[in-house]
């Protein structure tokens, strides 16, 4: 028994001095201001710009999105997918942009390049996934959550989706360094130290607008934000009700009700309940990314 | 459980319960103000007059801005964000907020964040937002609850690319195209805000005309004026299916074939009262066949101690006269002369241009009377409208067969909503249509129509009752 109990134990992971050390590296790197932060691929960059011209040629959208693999791949996977509902499949990129239209597409193109970009690294691959998971989820439920308080559902979309990237991009920071150890506890615990910071110096990077930054700087404290509080406050009560989703609880509703940001958005035990009837849904959603 | 009885216990915190509130602690009365929002004000504040009026105003600056194109240069930027031209809201909302939360205060209304539910005629149970829930006692009770945009299971209505009066002001930029489905008051508004900022508007509706209420020429005037500036108005088509097309647009199919498309669309065919958490059947009550609360002309319902006042009784649903209900409500139930109820209450339908209305319309006062002297002065015949440019404004008048009493008067133009107060007291206080030529007004102002349409109808008169003095004035 005392063997096969010593057998499944993990191997003990570096000590803390390791993970302080570690967390002094990159609390070093971002003060030098030199903290290397990827690029939104330029084919991404083009399709936003081109998106929100009227007379934009469908034929060099395609050409764009064709010049990047990853891309590519990551649209017409989403465009086929639960989510956009296609009513037949779709094979090629123009079909693509023809069925969804630019700004669907300027959604996944969005969604797509940030997955490449930011949520993937070979190294940690599955942490990457899950933090990936969290802010598609967390995108999901914002926009029913800003459905049911008519507030602007793309907005509530993207501070969703972006609201954790600084976890991925902490992550990518140790991942460039030469003793980056394997994804644990304790190494999620240092990434959870400089997240906010990451994220706020790749939202300002980006340009992101002001409500993503406030929402990736202020979704756990949102009471501290000047402006964009709601917004923030609503991306918290996303992830709530994400994680109540992906947990098997019984009543989600009594765990979810007391936490500060339900009460401050105004919503009441019956408009939770009915917020809470869509986990199947939402979750069938998140399967498509 | 709070077994401390209230002289009044108000539900709802919009114009309607704020005035009973206030009315009621002014005699000296404690009163409770049950809201549900976190913030006091109602639909009037935060989803309706308010905000609408301020994009409106906003709108308009940029249109006299542009008149002036010698000197500037401005255009509406395409997808141009709402925030920039719902600037000043904040300040708007924020200052408001601050003086309904001071007024209440200063007169010792206890205010009560919660949803109120009857649990008898005299007990309403408050459930507060995390769940918990207190039981308050009123001698009266006076439900103000108001009303929410109407959202039939046949409308995919998701807040995203089909919109209704509240989650319009949720979109961030100005779209390229918007389908307006309905033509009454808050669709008129909002079409022709959107159409003034380039937004391609149509409007749709089963009628034939927008703002069907108003006389025909009165309505054809806000429609040019509306075609005017780019919007289209598509009548006698009802929607038979719409939806989003999953990538690009909100598609409506007719029933009389034709297809419409934009990138948003605008639900706006009416609006509902908001009862269904309120436990009506505990309390006595039921809503009538409209959906909406029975009462009587002093706000008063079939429970003589439960009192219903603003929208949630119906028409005219306005944020004016719902303040006047609560006020009335109140003196009534507590045994206070409320006043003749006022039988001529003004709309106003802040549209661009603004129109408004007064007692009759010719058609109705042609039903009633039979033949009736009418006036229409256009704007562009008075000096004021042609200096700041309203040239598309009409004034009507509208008299007894004798021309001697106003019975009516509809304005269309800038200003309308101002101007039609000297049309109202006049017919309150049943002065003769010579009332507005015996008197000076300003110069120049857009008053003068009145001055000229009363003129008009004094020389409708027949020979015999001619007063030639004010003939000689013309
Ligand atoms: C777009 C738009 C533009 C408008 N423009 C104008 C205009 O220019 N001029 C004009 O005069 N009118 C205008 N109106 C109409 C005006 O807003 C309404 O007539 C007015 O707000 C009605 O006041 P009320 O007090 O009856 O209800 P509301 O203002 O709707 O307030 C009702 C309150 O009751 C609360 N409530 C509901 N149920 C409960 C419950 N169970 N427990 C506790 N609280 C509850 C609600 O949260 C709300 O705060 C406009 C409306 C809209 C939608």
Redesign the interface.
Same mark, same amino acid.
């Given at each position: 028994m005392l063997e096969a109990a010593q057998a499944t134990e993990p191997p003990a992971g570096p000590p803390q001095e390791f993970f302080d050390a570690l967390s002094a590296a990159i609390t070093a790197e971002i003060e030098s201001g030199e903290l290397e932060l990827p690029l939104l691929p330029t084919s991404a960059m083009q399709v936003f710009h081109l998106a929100?011209d *009227?007379d934009a040629d469908i034929g060099k959208v395609a050409g764009m999105i064709e010049t990047d693999q990853k891309l590519a791949t990551g649209v017409l996977r989403v465009a086929n997918s639960v989510a956009?509902?296609?009513r037949q499949e779709i094979v090629t990129l123009r079909q693509a942009i023809m $069925?969804?239209?630019?700004?669907?597409l300027c959604e996944i193109v969005l969604g797509a390049a940030f997955k490449a970009t930011v949520f993937s690294d070979d190294r940690y691959m599955e942490p990457m996934e899950r933090y990936w998971r969290t802010g598609i989820g967390a995108a999901l439920w914002a926009?029913e959550l *800003? $459905?049911l308080r $008519?507030? !602007?559902?793309?907005?509530a979309y993207l501070c969703g989706m972006l609201h954790n990237v600084g976890q991925p991009m902490t992550l990518k920071i140790i991942s460039g360094m030469d003793d980056a150890p394997a994804f644990d506890d304790a190494l999620s615990e240092v990434i959870g130290r400089h997240a906010i910071q990451v994220g706020g110096i790749l939202a300002d990077r980006w340009q992101l607008p002001e409500v993503v930054k406030t929402c990736i700087t202020y979704h756990d404290n949102f009471e501290a934000a000047e402006n964009y509080r709601d917004e923030a406050c609503a991306v918290r009560a996303a992830v709530e009700l994400l994680n109540s989703s992906s947990e098997e609880d019984e009543d989600p509703a009594a765990l979810l009700?007391?936490q500060a940001c339900?009460?401050e958005l !105004?919503?009441?035990?019956d408009d939770l309940a009915g917020l809470l009837e869509q986990r199947s849904r939402l979750a069938l959603a998140l399967e498509s990314f | 459980m709070s077994d401390v009885p209230y002289d009044f216990v108000i539900i709802g915190s919009g114009p309607a319960g704020q005035k009973a509130a206030i009315q009621a602690s002014k005699k000296g009365c404690r009163v409770a103000l049950i809201e549900r929002d976190r913030q006091v004000g109602g639909s009037c504040v935060y989803r309706g007059t308010i905000p609408s009026k301020t994009l409106r105003e906003n709108a308009l600056q940029l249109a006299r801005a542009s008149q002036c194109q010698q000197a500037v240069t401005v255009q509406v930027e395409q997808h141009a964000p709402m925030n920039h031209l719902m600037s000043r809201l904040q300040q708007v909302l924020d200052s408001h907020d601050h003086l309904i939360a001071d007024q209440l205060g200063r007169n010792g209304i206890t205010c009560i964040h919660g949803r109120a539910t009857f649990k008898n005629p005299h007990e309403v149970a408050v459930t507060r937002v995390d769940g918990t829930s207190d039981t308050l006692t009123g001698k009266h009770v006076v439900i103000a609850t108001g009303s929410r945009p109407r959202s039939p299971d046949d409308i995919p209505v998701d807040h995203e690319y089909i919109l209704d009066s509240d989650s319009v002001l949720s979109m961030c930029y100005l779209p390229e195209s918007m389908l307006v489905l309905g033509s009454g008051v808050i669709a008129c508004e909002y079409a022709s805000i959107f159409a003034l900022l380039g937004v391609n508007v149509t409007m749709v509706d089963r009628f034939a005309s927008p703002l069907g209420f108003l006389d025909p020429d009165l309505s054809a005037r806000f429609q040019d004026s509306f075609e005017a500036f780019g919007g289209r108005f598509v009548g006698n088509a009802k929607v038979s299916d719409i939806y989003w097309d999953g990538a690009c647009e909100v598609v409506a199919r007719m029933d009389n074939g034709l297809q419409l498309s934009a990138e948003k669309a605008l639900f706006a065919l009416g609006r509902m009262a908001n009862v269904d958490s309120l436990g009506l059947a505990a309390a006595g009550l039921e809503v009538n066949q409209y959906g909406i609360l029975d009462a009587d002309e002093n706000c008063q319902t079939k429970v003589p101690h439960i009192y219903a006042v603003g929208d949630v009784i119906g028409a005219p649903a306005l944020a004016s006269s719902s303040m006047d209900q609560g006020r009335r409500a109140v003196r009534h139930a507590l045994g206070l002369p409320p006043g003749a109820p006022a039988h001529t209450i003004p709309s106003g339908i802040y549209t661009i241009p603004e129109i408004a209305s007064v007692g009759l319309t010719e058609l109705q006062a042609r039903k009633e009377y039979g033949s009736v002297k009418v006036a229409k002065v256009d704007f562009a015949e008075v000096a004021r409208g042609q200096i700041a440019g309203i040239q598309d404004g009409l004034l009507k008048m509208v008299s007894d067969p004798e021309g001697k009493y106003l019975l009516g008067c509809q304005i269309v133009g800038e200003g309308a909503t101002e101007l039609i107060h000297l049309a109202q007291m006049a017919l309150v206080s049943q002065q003769p249509v010579d009332i507005f030529v015996e008197n000076i007004f300003n110069f120049p102002t857009l008053a003068e129509a009145y001055r000229i349409g009363a003129l008009a109808v004094i020389a409708q008169r027949g020979a015999a009752n001619d007063e030639s003095s004010l003939a000689a004035v013309v």
């Open positions: 929100s *009227a956009y509902s296609p $069925r969804l239209g630019l700004k669907s926009k *800003a $459905r $008519r507030k !602007n559902v793309e907005t009700m007391p339900f009460q !105004n919503i009441y035990p | -």
